[in-house]
């Protein structure tokens, strides 16, 4: 009881401290958000979006899953997506991978996993289809660091067919999609892929095989 608690108590103290200098801090947020970004991150617990970005109550539009995936069929992705671009009218889509991530070490293995399995079956057919590359890494440490950069160009390339992406850029340039790997070791982000802003250029992301 005492770990739930403390959140109460950290909420309490947290809302009196974006007061404290400027009173209106909630009250300018309450009628609408107008975010510049959609960010598409692990629900890892060690990857705090807003925290490891300075990102503020308004400035992020969050949609969070294991392993940072974008399904074509997943309508709460496809959901999240069309209100991001379409009613917000976000600049930056940004998938964030991470370090040490544990959807891809469980797809790597030959281990049966129960219910997640389904959900990392996409990540399966990376690992096959991105053999050579994988294959060609030192030890199973760099390996994983270059399946967590496939996985976000992989997340990139899907978004640059959605539909609902093709079409805001038939009508301008916005949103540039973006791929990142954050560090948890380091908490530092790598950036992967930046300002990708056509299918052409999002088709040629990963590694041909
Ligand atoms: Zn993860």
Redesign the pocket.
Known sequence: MKYYQKLIENNAQWAAEMTANDPDFFAKREAKQTPHYLVIG???SR?PLEMMTGALPGEMFVHRN???QVWETDMNILSVLQFAVHVLDVEHVIVC??SN????KAAQGPQSNGLVDHWLSDIRDLIRTQRPALDACPDAEARLHRLSHLNVLQQVGILSRMPTILDAWSRGRRPMLHGWVYDIGTGLIERVVEQVDSAERAVALLPAH
């Open positions: 692990c629900s890892d990857v294991i392993g940072n991978g991470h991530c544990g959807a891809l």
